[in-house]
Structure formats: C-alpha cells, structure tokens
Nanobody, 123 residues
C-alpha cells in the first residue's frame, strides 16, 4: 500500500510561484514514474506533468510548459512541482499519482492518488 500526501498549495497572486510536494509513504515510489494532475471546479481532471522513475524523462501539458517544472528526490521518496508565473486559470486541486505504465498523460495509467492540495491564483 502506498500513501501519497500533497502539500504546498495555497492562495497566490497572478504571476507568483508555489512549490508543491508529494511525499510517499508505505512503500517506495522510486521505481515508478509519477505524475501531477489537476481538477478545477466543473471540469475534468487533467494531466499537468509527469516524470520517469530516474527523472531523466519529463512531460508537460501545453498549458504549463515553460512555467512548471516537475522533479523528484528518490532518497526522500518525494516528487515536486515548481509552479512559476501562475495564472488564474491554474486554480484547481492538484493531485499527485503513481504511474504503472511509465510517463503517461492518461489518468488510467495511475494506480495510487493523493488527496489533493488546493491552489488558488487571484487576478
């Protein structure tokens, strides 16, 4: 069993930055690709970023490319999402998840999910 706990969300003004963390416990996630998703009110959950188990392969949604950076520290069993130049449309609950199929944009490829952390960007 794997528990994923996100933290670092909050309220920030447009143009600001936040760094989300996803700490895994129970079992290591170092052998798995990981991903971040987000869900805004009234919208479907969408892929944000993914990272391979070694960190040498990453993928981003077009909407966040160049502004967000995903990284991981396998020694700490933690995955990060650095979010810069935040926009009001980035407002959502952000989830991290463990992938069972490598770096993928499809939520069906993820088996364990965190409870989410709220990010609110004011204009």
């Amino acid at each position: 069993q794997v528990q994923l706990v996100e933290s670092g969300g909050g309220l920030v003004q447009a143009g600001g930055s936040l760094r989300l963390s996803c700490a895994a416990s129970g079992r290591t996630v170092s052998s798995y690709a990981m991903g971040w998703f987000r869900q805004a009110p009234g919208k479907e959950r969408e892929f944000v970023a993914g990272i391979s188990r070694t960190g040498d392969n990453t993928a981003y949604a077009d909407s966040v490319k160049g502004r967000f950076t995903i990284s991981r520290d396998n020694a700490k069993n933690t995955v990060y999402l650095q979010m810069n130049s935040l926009k009001p449309e980035d407002t959502a609950v952000y989830y991290c998840a463990r992938s069972i199929v490598g770096v993928t944009r499809t939520s069906r490829g993820y088996d364990y999910w965190g409870q989410g952390t709220q990010v609110t960007v004011s204009s």
